[in-house]
């Protein structure tokens, strides 16, 4: 009965092979001129790495289109470009500096590429210094600070914490660690803890406003572990380099391996938190009907970012750290949980809000993903043509 039910919402989302068609021509146009645009297309090596980048990803946005599935087909794109954003990242960086290290001259010369991550203790030395205090350029290099704020602001204002399944790369090696959970041996954490991103992000805003640097960059990120970290030359950067390290192994690793959680996206990314204000203020939601509803829990077990819970299940929404990334939607057997436009009567059109979704935030993700999976993709082929993936 659970099964036959599912699969009737499935239908009821997906479209015919004609619709679905007709409906990807927009996509596969915009894709051409975000994936394809800007690459070096006689080059063999950057046409076959462009040309596969745009293929996949208009194969995803088909699927979702033609099955009625979100997370199943968002999932795969999500992760594969998180791995190959380490590939593409690691090789940019031992391309430009031989090493993983960043060194004091690279931050003297604002080499660093901004990390989204960092962007909320930016704030307040913005607003009160004039001051942006990451050792990044504003525009030139990989990843400036305008270019990636411009990207920030945008993406929030679309879709709100949909940032951290659709766009953000260290959410995706969450996930993808996460994913690899078939049976947890952790089955639930306390509550209490889905706070605790909140008392991060006050210490790290607090802590960067008043010493005018970083202070999740330089104490805190779990993601130096597989990006670039300090050169660890004393007592402090190597306590810096054991944090980083402990926290990548527990909270990206260990904990979503044995519970099937995003445990660093759902239980300390204080930017995660920062996002889940912006859901205040776009049009998106996740909303679940009440009527069609049996309580059978299994979303509250579903979802990996710990964003129902009893309380938000008997309104009939997600709590505000929801990430829209539509595996409750999949997996209800009642299929009682649609995206919704806010404003408008729920349920009266439900096809044409989980379109009018999907478009910006898998826009967001071909350009930003896309991009990572078309770097990581050219260094393994050097990789396999020359012997390096550099140079």
């Known amino acids: 009965m659970t099964g036959i039910a599912s699969e009737t919402k499935q239908n009821e989302m997906g479209l015919s ?3 679905a068609a007709l409906l990807s021509l927009p996509m596969l146009l915009l894709t051409a001129l975000l994936l394809l645009h800007g690459h070096n297309l006689k080059d063999p090596l ?13 194969y995803i946005f088909f699927k979702m289109l033609r099955s009625g599935r979100t997370h199943r087909y968002r999932s795969i794109f999500f992760v594969a470009a998180s791995v190959l954003f380490v590939v593409s990242f690691l090789a940019n960086m031992f391309e430009m500096r031989g090493t993983m290290e960043l060194s004091t001259a690279n931050i003297l010369d604002g080499e660093a590429p901004l990390c989204p991550l960092v962007i909320p203790a930016l704030l307040i030395p913005a607003a009160l210094t004039q001051t942006i205090i990451f050792p990044g350029s504003m525009f030139a290099g990989y990843a400036g ?10 993406f929030s204002l679309a879709v709100g914490r949909g940032w951290c399944s659709w766009i953000c790369f260290f959410g995706g090696m969450d996930e993808g660690m996460a994913s690899l959970c078939k049976k947890p041996s952790i089955r639930s954490f306390d509550q209490r803890w889905t706070y605790l991103p909140w008392a991060v ?3 790290v805003v607090l802590l960067s406003a008043a010493t005018l640097s970083p202070a999740y960059c330089e104490w805190l990120c ?10 660890v030359n004393s007592l402090e950067t190597g306590l810096q380099a054991v944090i980083f390290v402990s926290l990548f192994l527990g909270l990206v690793i260990y904990l979503p391996l044995k519970s099937g959680k995003r445990t660093q996206c759902g239980l300390f990314c204080p930017f995660g938190a920062f996002q889940s204000l912006f859901n205040r203020c776009n049009s998106f939601a996740v909303r679940i009907d009440r009527a069609r509803c049996v309580d059978c829990k299994i979303c509250l077990k579903e979802c990996p970012t710990f964003s129902l819970n009893e309380a938000s299940l008997a309104a009939g929404e997600t709590r505000s750290s929801c990430t829209k990334c539509g595996r409750c939607i999949d997996r209800c057997p009642r299929g009682a949980i649609s995206y919704h436009i806010k404003g408008t009567e729920f349920l009266r059109h439900p096809k044409t809000a989980r379109l009018l979704f999907l478009y910006p935030a898998f826009i967001f993700m071909a350009v930003i993903g896309g991009g990572c999976i078309f770097g990581g993709l050219l260094r393994l082929l050097k990789l396999l043509t020359t012997g390096s993936m550099i140079g």
């Open 222 to 231: 779990p993601f130096k572990t597989v990006t670039e970290y300090p050169a």
């Open 145 to 154: 600070v305008a270019t990636m704020i411009v990207l920030w602001i945008g």
């Open 17 to 19: 092979w004609g619709k």
């Open 201 to 203: 992000l006050l210490a």
């Open 46 to 58: 950057q046409a076959i790495a462009a040309g596969i980048t745009y293929l996949f990803a208009n």
